[in-house]
């Protein structure tokens, strides 16, 4: 594990001064002229979890982007909720990753809209919602269906959504078909949160807890690292020219994918673990410090 920041990180001060000399090589990752494909979150990575986006990470993101590298958003998020993020680091050509691998984009400023959908995994809701309805009455829901539309219960709206939700009762949600379910209690500690999800037992579906008591299901399989997966052979790159980015446990899958897995400074400890270095905090322009190494 090689630790980028200077600041105490859980679970790293005992190995950051046997890595310092490994962390300056990697200051220099791409110093030969070599082009990655480049993974980036969004929450708590690119933006702040106010949804603020620093000046240094624009920059070192448009900067990477204008470079060449083969830079795209891989986020929880739904497909209008990241729109912004990918305008605001400047990518008009390459791919996207939204609904934690759920929905895959191409973009290009030919397409109507400047993208368009080549890959939706959908799934069944039913069985997940009704053992989860069962042990967290109280919980809100809300799901994603086959044509981006987002249903919910109790006037639940989130901005990663990217759309209004369309209040439905239980009985509607559970006849649809989803790209992605959210799953967030107001009432419970993270902690009741996940000890309830662990009781239900949820198969057939993937699914990620966030940092609150929040949850996010998708089909069996897919994570953001099933969808990077299939681009990164789509692109035809090797997979040690690969570099991932984020913070949160739905990052897990994609940082050991990558070649080169970077954590964000405030990321659990589990994500930490998954990765092969930390850098700083979103706090600290973290992912700035990333992009700027492959410059």
């Given at each position: 594990m090689t630790t980028l920041t200077e600041t105490s990180?859980?679970?790293n001060?005992?190995?950051?001064?046997?890595?310092?000399?490994?962390?300056?090589?990697?200051?220099?990752?791409?110093?030969?002229?070599?082009?990655?494909?480049?993974?980036?979150?969004?929450?708590?990575t690119l933006v702040n979890h106010d949804g603020h986006m620093s000046p240094g990470v624009r920059q070192a993101a448009q900067a990477v982007v204008a470079a060449g590298h083969e830079v795209m958003i891989a986020t929880g998020r739904s497909l209008n909720a990241t729109l912004p993020i990918i305008e605001k680091i400047g990518i008009e050509r390459g791919y996207a990753v939204c609904c934690n691998g759920g929905v895959t984009l191409r973009?290009?400023?030919?397409?109507?809209?400047?993208?368009?959908?080549?890959?939706?995994a959908t799934f069944d809701p039913?069985?997940?919602?009704?053992?989860?309805?069962?042990?967290?009455?109280?919980?809100?829901y809300a799901l994603e269906d086959a044509d981006g539309n987002f249903l919910s219960t109790e006037r639940f709206q989130d901005a990663s959504f990217g759309v209004e939700a369309v209040g439905v009762d239980f009985h509607t949600m559970l006849e649809a078909t989803a790209v992605r379910v959210v799953v967030f209690s107001t009432e419970n500690t993270p902690e009741e949160?996940?000890?309830?999800?662990?009781?239900?037992?949820?198969?057939g579906?993937?699914?990620?807890?966030?940092?609150?008591?929040?949850?996010?299901?998708?089909?069996a399989g897919v994570t953001k690292a099933s969808a990077?997966?299939?681009?990164?052979?789509?692109?035809?790159?090797?997979?040690?020219?690969t570099v991932?980015?984020?913070?949160?446990?739905?990052?897990?899958?994609?940082?050991?994918?990558?070649?080169?897995?970077?954590?964000?400074?405030?990321?659990p400890a589990e994500v930490v673990a998954a990765a092969d270095e930390v850098t700083h905090s979103v706090h600290d322009d973290g992912a700035a410090h990333v992009l700027r190494s492959l410059l």
């Open positions: 990180v859980a679970g001060d005992d190995r950051r001064d046997n890595n310092r000399d490994n962390n300056q090589d990697n200051v220099g990752f791409a110093g030969i002229d070599q082009k990655f494909m480049v993974a980036l979150d969004v929450d708590g973009l290009h400023p030919e397409l109507e809209n400047g993208f368009e959908v080549i890959h939706k039913a069985p997940a919602l009704r053992a989860l309805r069962e042990r967290l009455p109280s919980a809100k949160f996940t000890e309830a999800i662990n009781h239900v037992g949820l198969a579906v993937t699914y990620s807890v966030g940092w609150t008591a929040w949850l996010d299901i998708a089909a990077l997966e299939s681009l990164r052979l789509r692109l035809g790159f090797e997979e040690h020219l991932a980015v984020g913070d949160g446990r739905n990052d897990i899958e994609m940082l050991t994918w990558a070649g080169r897995g970077v954590a964000m400074g405030q990321a």
